[in-house]
């Protein structure tokens, strides 16, 4: 395994894990991309950073997963729910599901979203549309019944994540191909206390994000860091499937954020 590299910025203009640095004819070319050999890491500079006092490990043998869903996606709905879904039967994970949300009573919806966030949740994970709006406050996370929360919401709501969970952020199906707006959702839920973000840099089926996250829970769960188990998980779908959309997971947080059995 190659060594671990941390970028520290404001925001986010490259995609680190795809800098090349291998020869143009080479017939294995994802072997040299950075994201292939090395685990990168980034820090955004902000004043806002409350999640940066919490220690690395988190401390649980179950740990407490809230779900926020879009499930109107075919993926998400016959893939990815039913896959945390099982963690929790087989008792690796306790799971909360974000109830159905109705547009039309917007912001009393928000306040109920806000307690959600506020739960003693260890992680928080989120598969759903991501939308790309100008000016960016207004880009904004499409879930179940159509609910849009935007990047104003949370300015405005003043949303808190008081118990710091890393937060997966499975942006399914989005067509945003550009890393500031992904560093921006990434600040601002550092900003509200996320302990650290796994989001993606560019366009991601759901029917892949799906897969994605079941293989990364097994490497998460077994004690492997978060930066360790993404990189795993990549290999994994590439030496098994020659797929390179792992490489589309970026990863804003210390990546020795990992699980460790308290029991």
């Not at 599901?97 to 928080?124: K, M, P, T, W, Y």
């Amino acid at each position: 395994m190659g060594r671990i590299i941390q970028v520290a910025s404001e925001d986010f203009f490259i995609p680190w894990e795809l800098l090349y640095d291998g020869p143009l004819n080479a017939q294995d070319n994802t072997s040299y991309f950075w994201g292939t050999n090395h685990i990168i890491s980034r820090t955004i500079i902000q004043d806002a950073r409350p999640g940066d006092f919490v220690p690395s490990i988190i401390e649980s043998s179950r740990p407490r997963v809230g779900l926020v869903v879009y499930d109107s996606l075919e993926y998400v709905s016959k893939k990815e729910i039913p896959t945390l879904r099982e963690l929790h039967r087989s008792k690796r994970i306790q799971l909360s599901l974000l109830r159905s949300l109705n547009a039309n009573q917007h912001d009393e919806e928000l306040v109920d979203f806000g307690r959600f966030l506020c739960r003693n949740l260890q992680i928080i994970h989120v598969a759903c549309h991501a939308l790309e709006r100008i000016p960016v406050h207004q880009s904004y996370l499409l879930i179940s019944n159509e609910f849009p929360i935007s990047i104003k919401d949370f300015v405005v709501s003043e949303f808190e994540m008081k118990c710091n969970p890393f937060v997966i952020l499975n942006a399914c199906l989005t067509s945003v191909i550009n890393p500031l707006y992904t560093s921006f959702w990434a600040a601002e839920l550092w900003k509200r206390g996320a302990r650290g973000v796994l989001a993606t840099d560019f366009h991601i089926p759901d029917d892949f994000a799906a897969a994605f996250s079941k293989e990364l829970y097994q490497h998460l769960l077994s004690g492997k860091p978060i930066g360790e188990a993404l990189l795993v998980t990549r290999h994994y779908f590439w030496e098994k499937q020659c797929n390179p959309l792992g490489l589309a997971y970026a990863l804003y947080s210390s990546p020795f954020i990992r699980i460790v059995n308290s029991s």
